[in-house]
């Protein structure tokens, strides 16, 4: 330290430098370089540790901006240095046009103006290739930064983002994976495309103001704590894609466009409490288990509200009829007297409310409308509540004075004819008031019957929809195991077999009442099922055991396993039930691309029929003599002779192939690829006859109606919309005749058949 010092730098003469470049390598540990006002055209690397380099007035006069704009304007690989005070412009023809690059630790960046360009922190390797360096424990604060961002690399820890104030970026703040203990506090943000983002790591996200942004926060994978911030008029206040176990504490997110929280997944483990919510829609679920606390313990203490108890959340709408602001609070302690349904079985049960406004001076009035007033069986209704004044609602739809639902916006499936009378009651839960309407419903036709069971795809939880074909309608949901995969219905229709990868066991459904009625093990990751022709045994595919279990659906039990190849998916039965086809996709590591043959009377593997790469789906004819094979990396499918179970044609459908399934007429194959279309194949000479193309992305269901005149086909695109396409196979038509959204995030379909 003797030997530190100041050195001077200005751009013109009578200084000890005339660039910043020359004074950081002419400096030691702990000498401070004064910049004086001027424009510096360079790009610095800053290597000797223990350094300051700071502006000489603070006032942003010093302006630093990129000699090659190929590379960032201030490169900082040593330790414990501080830059404060300098107008730095980002490299403009970088990737993300970074001003600041920070790899050395404990390092501080404080003061300075960026524009165009961002502020980095983050790892690269030596040269030498002897090691890595972490930008970690670094303090960037008080900075402002205009079209750019702070950008946090993957595995980097212990670092501070405080109180910059940054716009007009991509992302305000970046949070990269796989680091701890990184705090973003106090910082301002507004009109940037996302606020903070974090991805795969657990931040400190507290005390931020996040304007104008489409999404305020965004997490994917993310846990930790989520608090006292305030976000306003973004699209999304926080936008929690595979979040899970993440504390939404003590925020304030009101005017957003699109929700305050859009729960993509609806993972479990999230607490949620003692925010102030105000948006037309304040909370919005993708499909998914939910499962999370929207509500602490009753306790003393003033809640965000201002009331004298802390709780849940105060849910408010912009025009004043949310929840907390009209229900009841007969004690005045803040609290609702009434629980908030907020989503299905998900309850606030001690929400805030309001102790200035006038609540309950107004009797509700209950309205509603219904989609349809008559129909014929089954008839699906979707009900609008328009009630005023109202935080509950009770529904009588059959006219037995038996409440059958307490959602505000419920649908009912009238399955029988007759004339009844819906019943509305609404409540503030002091007051109430009913409505009354009448539906019509003619006798059932069976060819009308418009059902089918769709598994929740892109890690959506436990759930399996009964979706109405022609309104899109889930009607119900049905509780499973974790991320049910595959769906095979027995010829009866009675009952359904859901396979739980995450579980490692098979939901059994009786589709009459929509309920699991049993609960089978398998083996690891199970995949893909199908049921024998008489529905006496279902096949199980398990991807992680590479094996096959066979359950007898007389006792839901598992009578023998048959080891196959590799990664075994897609599975189907011969017409006789003499035969399983097993489609074993392999992966990066251990390739397999071959099809297994199970002779099913003694439940052993006969032959292994090499097949395109990753085959995924298997599909047989109704005759029994050619089995379809859709080859997902080939962009093939095969066509294998079940007769001496070898290859016979390849036929090219390109597009990633990865379902396949066949007309009951035999004289179609109907290939679902994955890049949104429809293949279809004339079985007669194994030639494509036409390409669906199928709008609105990845496809991820197909399934043929058993009279062989429509295709169902799921799918979804990259708004996280989900639909249900049509197509019309009659007189080899071919052609998508209807699509309807759905609610859901689509899986696996199987069509249920006319009881």
């Known amino acids: 330290m003797a030997s530190a010092k100041e050195i001077i730098v200005d751009d013109d003469y009578g200084a000890d430098f005339i660039s910043i470049q020359e004074a950081v390598n002419n400096s030691v540990t702990g000498d401070i370089i004064i910049v004086r006002s001027g424009t510096y055209t360079e790009n610095v690397l800053v290597d000797v540790t223990g350094i300051t380099i700071r502006s000489e007035s603070n006032n942003g006069s010093v302006q630093v901006k990129p000699l090659n704009e190929s590379t960032g304007t201030l490169l900082i690989t040593a330790d414990n240095i501080t830059v404060s005070g300098l107008n730095i412009t980002g490299a403009s023809k970088d990737s993300y046009k970074n001003a600041i690059f920070t790899y050395g630790d ?46 946090l690399g993957p595995e980097i820890s212990d670092n501070l983002i405080a109180e910059n104030k940054i716009s007009n970026g991509e992302e305000g703040v970046h949070i990269s994976c796989c680091g701890i203990n990184n705090t973003v506090s106090g910082n301002t943000i507004s009109n940037c495309s996302t606020g903070i983002y974090e991805y795969d790591q657990g931040a400190n996200i507290h005390n931020n103001r996040i304007t104008d942004c489409d999404y305020g926060i965004s997490l994917s994978f993310a846990s930790g704590g989520i608090d006292n911030n305030v976000i306003l008029n973004c699209n999304t206040g926080i936008f929690l894609r595979e979040a899970c176990y993440v504390d939404i504490i003590n925020n304030t997110i009101a005017s957003c466009a699109e929700c305050g929280i859009f729960d993509q997944e609806n993972n479990n483990g999230k607490r949620i409490y003692n925010n102030y919510f105000n948006s037309s829609l304040n909370i919005r679920f993708g499909a998914g288990e939910g499962e999370n606390t929207w509500n602490s313990s009753l306790a003393s203490g003033t809640n965000i509200a201002g009331g004298p108890y802390t709780g849940g959340n105060f849910w408010a709408k912009p025009d004043g009829t949310g929840f907390s602001q009209i229900c009841v609070d007969l004690d005045w302690d803040g609290i609702g007297d009434l629980p908030y349904n907020i989503y299905e079985d998900e309850f606030d049960y001690l929400p805030l409310v309001s102790r200035s406004g006038p609540q309950n001076s107004v009797t509700p009035s209950a309205n509603f409308t219904a989609s349809v007033t008559n129909g014929i069986a089954p008839l699906v209704v979707e009900f609008t509540d328009l009630s005023k004044s109202a935080v509950a609602w009770n529904w009588d739809f059959d006219s037995d004075g038996i409440p059958d639902s307490t959602k505000q916006n419920p649908v009912y499936v009238y399955r029988n004819q007759g004339n009844y009378t819906v019943n509305l009651t609404a409540s503030n839960g002091l007051t109430a008031s009913s409505k009354t309407a009448d539906i019509s419903v003619e006798k059932r036709v069976a060819p009308t019957w418009p059902f089918v069971y769709m598994t929740g795809g892109l890690n959506t939880l436990r759930t399996v929809s009964v979706i109405d074909i022609r309104t899109g309608i889930v009607i119900t949901k049905v509780k499973t195991g974790k991320h049910p995969s595959g769906i095979a219905v027995t010829p009866d229709g ?262």
């Not at 524009?115 to 424990?137: A, D, Q, V």
């Not at 303090?139 to 079209?147: A, D, L, M, Y």
């Not at 739980?500 to 690891?524: E, H, L, Q």
């Not at 008489?534 to 659906?553: F, Q, R, W």
């Open 106 to 151: 404990m390092n501080n960046v404080t003061g300075n103006t960026v524009e165009n360009g961002s502020i980095f922190l983050g790892s690269c390797t030596l040269e030498n290739l002897t090691g890595i360096l972490y930008g970690e424990m670094n303090n960037v604060t008080g900075n402002i930064i205009e079209n750019g961002s702070i950008f």
């Open 494 to 755: 009675k009952t359904a077999y859901v396979t739980n990868s995450w579980d490692n066991n098979v939901s059994v459904i009786d589709t009459a009442t929509n309920t699991v009625i049993d609960s089978v093990k398998v083996g690891s990751y199970p995949c893909g099922v199908a049921v024998s022709p008489d529905g006496t045994e279902a096949y199980v595919t398990n991807c992680g055991s590479n094996n096959v279990s066979v359950i007898d659906t007389g006792a839901n039990t598992v009578t023998a396993t048959v080891p196959v190849g590799n990664w075994p998916e897609g599975i189907a039965v011969t017409p006789d039930g003499k035969k399983a086809y097993v489609a074993n996709s392999g992966n990066i590591t251990a390739p397999e691309d071959t099809v297994s043959v199970i002779n099913t009377i003694n439940d052993t593997v006969t032959d292994t029929i090499p097949a395109g790469r990753h085959p995924c789906g298997v599909a047989v004819t109704p005759d029994g003599k050619k089995v379809y094979v859709a080859n997902t990396y080939g962009g093939t499918v095969s066509v294998v002779d079940a007769a001496t179970d070898t290859v016979t044609a390849t036929v090219d459908t390109g597009n990633s192939p990865f379902k396949v399934a066949v007309n009951p007429a035999g004289t179609l194959a109907y290939v679902a690829n994955e890049g949104g279309t429809v293949s279809v194949i004339d079985t007669s000479n194994d030639t494509v006859i036409a390409t669906v193309d199928v709008a609105g992305g990845r496809l991820e269901g197909l399934a043929i109606t058993p009279d062989g005149k429509k295709v169902y086909v799921a799918h979804y695109g990259s708004s996280d919309n989900s639909t249900l396409s049509v197509i019309d196979a009659l007189n080899n038509t071919n052609t998508v005749t209807s699509s309807v959204d759905v609610e859901v995030y689509p899986g696996k379909i199987a069509i249920i058949p006319e009881p």
